[in-house]
């Protein structure tokens, strides 16, 4: 257990709605086809906002909300998969558009696992005394990667950032991380794919060709196998949260939420029954955004603080999976 508060969180969502009818002019598919399959209605999309600039906006909220100053950072964290450069890295960018000058910045990718990752991450700094405080934030534009010709992954995505402040409990706090469950199985990376920029410098010999890690693409653009993902998605789901919580010493029926990363509401409705949760405790918000990558968990758990549904001293289990293949699962007071 770590004395670590959720000091503040803050979200940005781009303004553009598409919706499943406006998706059914782009590729042959339709509204009832992608509800049923996906129980996405709409998502939203960047009008060009970089990553930096949404995840700016919700880091601002978040410090807000925490009533710090952004000099009273130690330390930004940016989980993205689709940052705006390869360097500077998000948070540094993020640093210089809040003007929080003593922190340290770095950002961090595990796909869609990215926020508890960082979250687990954060825990293990503030052990050390001279961290106090520790933004995170995820911002995703994973449009940027998406083909929009391919109907059975471009009806999936969207865009947005969510940012939380991570700081020191005090003894009278009853916020802490009780306990993660993270996990990787890089054997199976083949089934989510997007790549990087191949080698290619004025040295390289006439020819000289180095076969692709997961298959030929030509591009950046996000490959799926739709199905695998969903098998391992709901087995990690629901056993990395069955385990954080026997870690944590908690009964799942103590939960106010589970906040799984919001990819497929039948994903999470056949987790819920493996892990025999409580169907109200689940947090499902698929439906108006889509999957937002690593932003799509603290989207959630801002939503459910501003409206006052989530209250201190109250238990929470989030849970993401995604590319690599990864997971993760941590339980907290919030
Ligand atoms: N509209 C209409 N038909 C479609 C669409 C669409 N948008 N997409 C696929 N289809 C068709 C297929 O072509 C196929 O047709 P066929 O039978 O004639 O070949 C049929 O629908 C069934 O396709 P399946 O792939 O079997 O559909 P499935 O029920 O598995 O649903 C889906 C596909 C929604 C992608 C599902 O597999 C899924 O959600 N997988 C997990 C995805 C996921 O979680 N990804 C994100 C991970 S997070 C990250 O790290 C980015």
Redesign the pocket.
Known sequence: MTKMKIAGTGSFLPELVVTNQM?TRI????DE??TT??GISERRLSSGEPTWFMAAEAARKALAEARLEPAQLDIIMVTT?TPDYYLPSAACIVQAELGAERAFCFDLNA???GFVYALDMAARYLLDPQIHNILIVASEN?SKLVDYSD???????GDGASAVVCSRGTDEDPSALLATKLGSEGRTGHV?VSRALKVRHPFLADGAVWPDRFGEHSDHT?T?E??E??KF?VRVLADSVLEAAAQAGVNLTELRYIIP?Q??A??VEAAARRMKANPAQIISRIADFG?T?SASIPICLDELVRAGKLLRGEKVAICG????L?YGAAIFIY
Do not use: E, K, P, Y
Request: glycine share 8%; with cysteine; charged share 10%.
């Open positions: 998706m590729v042959d598919t339709s086809w992608i399959r996906t998969c796909a869609c696992t994973i109907r059975s992954t471009c009806v999936l995505f989510l996000l799926m739709g199905q993902v969903f998605a990363h990819a497929n039948r994903i999957n990558s999976f995604g590319a690599g990864t």
